[in-house]
């Protein structure tokens, strides 16, 4: 049965720390729900032998699992320098083309026309996750002029970041094309969609993956934030790259991001993945500091679907240390009569459509009747995500035909995912449903359930009939 005896999901990345199959078993016997395969790391042959083996570990455990693949996106980076590195001083004059030679104190290569066509005077460049920063002088179609703002020292290939334009550069590269190509046709569930700046991003990736996966746009950039409420609305899950959304803006205004990021989800029902840093002592350590715990705590809080881990179980020396500590930080939370209360807070106002009127009563009857459970019949995982997104006081045990929708509600909110045979009449969903409520211990006999499902059966989006049962 494996239930988990919480609302909020784990994400584990996989890595040289947790690729055994004993591991990979260890970590979702400890609480991982879903499994992050890191593109940026690996070849095709090592995430696929993860994969293969993540099913393999989902078959002796009888429960979905959500996979994760997250595309390493366009990676801008200077070029060499004929001693390896240098070191700049604040008010030093530093120059930046796109001549194939080795750099030195005064100049570097940028091979990167996209970044040349965005900026202009005054724009700030951030190199090496923003240890060096630069502000543009003078600049062309291959060349920028700038001063040291922020000093320190550069070396060969280190990243470059422009927080303050949107690049005309497509989120997909040619190697995650490769990538993407490859993981559809094994079967991925997710794709974390890297430097996402503009809805646009979002409808390019849907014009390639169509509906082999839902798509989650990792919001790294803070021109992002300009077009949050769009590509929400465009994309299946936000993820909230806190790293890299740290280097690009003061730490000072991402928890804000993080807040307004977790508030627009909740909003329009679409999971959030908070991301990044969340207990990175534990890469060395057996437990976390009390700022960690309390930075896991408050994602929880604000209403995060899912938190992640990174580092933490892909190389860290307690992966399944670290998933075990977020797996009690979460359950501690949810026992807090505050977190309940912050829930109820948060509740979106339904609009005036049948399925929000359905999932709105749904919100009321489990506050007034306190049922065992909700079920939803889902072929699509519409309706499952629209309960969630009521965050109903029960627990919601999602019944879908599709191993494959099972599979992507992991990554949501207090869905229990299971499959289950297709149904055509109503009598026959109550019977299968409370059946099915006892047999994955989430009532008894006796207790009531209250379903949720769209007529007809297998019709995406058409949530319209809610039933209260009582389990025989």
Same mark, same amino acid.
């Given at each position: 049965?494996?239930?988990?005896?919480?609302?909020?999901?784990?994400?584990?990345?996989?890595?040289?720390?947790?690729?055994?199959?004993?591991?990979?078993k260890e970590l979702f016997l400890a609480g991982a729900d879903v499994f992050r395969l890191n593109f940026s790391h690996g070849t095709h042959a090592d995430h696929t032998e993860r994969l293969n083996t993540i099913r393999e570990v989902e078959k002796e455990v009888g429960r979905p699992i959500g996979v994760l693949l997250d595309?390493?996106?366009?990676?801008?980076?200077?070029?060499?320098? /004929?001693? *390896?590195?240098?070191?700049?001083?604040?008010?030093? %004059?530093?120059?930046?083309?796109?001549?194939?030679?080795?750099?030195? %104190?005064?100049?570097? @290569?940028? %091979?990167?026309?996209?970044?040349?066509?965005?900026?202009?005077?005054?724009?700030?460049?951030?190199?090496?996750?923003?240890?060096?920063?630069?502000?543009?002088?003078?600049?062309?179609?291959?060349?920028?002029?700038?001063?040291?703002?922020?000093?320190?020292?550069?070396?060969?290939?280190?990243?470059?970041?422009?927080?303050?334009?949107?690049?005309?550069?497509?989120?997909?590269?040619?190697?995650?094309?490769?990538?993407?190509?490859?993981? =559809?046709?094994?079967?991925?569930?997710?794709?974390?969609?890297?430097?996402?700046?503009?809805?646009?991003?979002?409808?390019?990736?849907?014009?390639?993956?169509?509906?082999?996966?839902?798509?989650?746009?990792?919001?790294?950039?803070?021109?992002?934030?300009?077009? =949050?409420?769009?590509?929400?609305?465009?994309?299946?899950?936000? @993820?909230?790259? !806190?790293?890299?959304? *740290?280097?690009?803006?003061?730490?000072?205004?991402?928890?804000?991001?993080?807040?307004?990021?977790?508030?627009?989800? !909740?909003?329009?029902?679409?999971?959030?993945?908070?991301?990044?840093? @969340?207990?990175?002592?534990?890469?060395?350590?057996?437990?976390?500091?009390?700022?960690?715990?309390?930075?896991?705590?408050? /994602?929880?809080?604000? *209403?995060?679907?899912?938190?992640?881990?990174?580092?933490?179980?892909? $190389?860290?020396?307690?992966?399944?240390?670290?998933? /075990?500590? @977020?797996?009690?930080?979460?359950?501690?939370?949810?026992?807090?009569?505050?977190?309940?209360?912050?829930?109820?807070?948060?509740?979106?106002?339904?609009?005036?459509?049948?399925?929000?009127?359905?999932?709105?009563?749904?919100?009321?009857?489990?506050?007034?009747? !306190?049922?065992?459970?909700?079920?939803?019949?889902?072929? $699509?995982?519409?309706?499952?995500?629209?309960?969630?997104?009521?965050?109903?006081? #029960?627990?919601?045990?999602?019944?879908?035909?599709?191993?494959?929708?099972?599979?992507?509600?992991?990554?949501?909110?207090?869905?229990?995912?299971?499959?289950?045979?297709?149904?055509?009449?109503?009598?026959?969903?109550?019977?299968?449903?409370? $059946?099915?409520?006892? #047999?994955?211990?989430?009532? %008894?006999?006796?207790?009531?359930?209250?379903?949720?499902?769209?007529?007809?059966?297998?019709?995406?989006?058409? #949530?319209?009939?809610?039933?209260?049962?009582?389990?025989?």
């Amino acid at each position: 049965m494996n239930r988990r005896q919480r609302n909020a999901k784990i994400i584990a990345t996989l890595g040289p720390a947790s690729s055994s199959k004993e591991k990979i078993k260890e970590l979702f016997l400890a609480g991982a729900d879903v499994f992050r395969l890191n593109f940026s790391h690996g070849t095709h042959a090592d995430h696929t032998e993860r994969l293969n083996t993540i099913r393999e570990v989902e078959k002796e455990v009888g429960r979905p699992i959500g996979v994760l693949l997250d595309l390493q996106g366009p990676k801008l980076r200077v070029g060499t320098f /004929a001693e *390896g590195k240098i070191h700049l001083n604040v008010g030093d %004059k530093f120059r930046f083309d796109m001549q194939d030679i080795p750099g030195d %104190k005064t100049r570097v @290569m940028l %091979k990167h026309p996209e970044i040349f066509a965005a900026i202009k005077p005054g724009t700030n460049l951030l190199v090496d996750d923003g240890k060096v920063r630069v502000r543009v002088d003078a600049c062309g179609r291959d060349f920028a002029e700038t001063t040291v703002v922020v000093p320190g020292a550069i070396s060969d290939r280190k990243g470059v970041n422009v927080p303050d334009a949107v690049l005309p550069i497509s989120p997909l590269t040619p190697k995650d094309l490769k990538d993407l190509d490859y993981a =559809l046709g094994l079967g991925i569930d997710w794709v974390a969609l890297s430097f996402v700046q503009r809805p646009e991003d979002i409808i390019e990736a849907r014009e390639i993956i169509g509906d082999r996966a839902w798509i989650m746009a990792k919001l790294e950039k803070p021109m992002a934030m300009d077009h =949050l409420e769009e590509i929400t609305r465009l994309c299946d899950g936000i @993820m909230v790259a !806190r790293g890299d959304l *740290g280097v690009e803006m003061p730490p000072e205004y991402v928890p804000e991001m993080q807040r307004r990021m977790v508030s627009t989800c !909740r909003r329009l029902g679409k999971p959030v993945v908070i991301a990044t840093q @969340m207990l990175e002592s534990m890469i060395n350590s057996p437990v976390p500091t009390r700022a960690e715990a309390s930075d896991v705590a408050t /994602a929880i809080y604000e *209403g995060s679907d899912t938190v992640m881990l990174s580092a933490e179980s892909a $190389s860290g020396n307690f992966p399944v240390e670290a998933i /075990a500590m @977020m797996d009690r930080i979460i359950k501690r939370v949810e026992q807090d009569p505050v977190y309940q209360k912050n829930v109820d807070a948060a509740r979106t106002p339904p609009e005036a459509t049948v399925p929000d009127a359905v999932c709105g009563a749904l919100g009321e009857i489990t506050g007034l009747i !306190r049922p065992a459970a909700t079920i939803t019949y889902t072929s $699509s995982g519409f309706t499952a995500l629209r309960a969630a997104r009521e965050r109903p006081s #029960t627990p919601i045990l999602g019944l879908t035909p599709s191993i494959q929708t099972a599979r992507r509600l992991t990554f949501c909110w207090g869905v229990h995912p299971l499959p289950f045979q297709e149904i055509d009449r109503v009598q026959q969903m109550v019977e299968l449903g409370c $059946s099915a409520a006892k #047999t994955e211990g989430f009532a %008894k006999q006796g207790d009531n359930v209250v379903i949720i499902a769209g007529l007809p059966f297998g019709q995406s989006g058409t #949530t319209n009939l809610l039933h209260i049962a009582k389990v025989d």
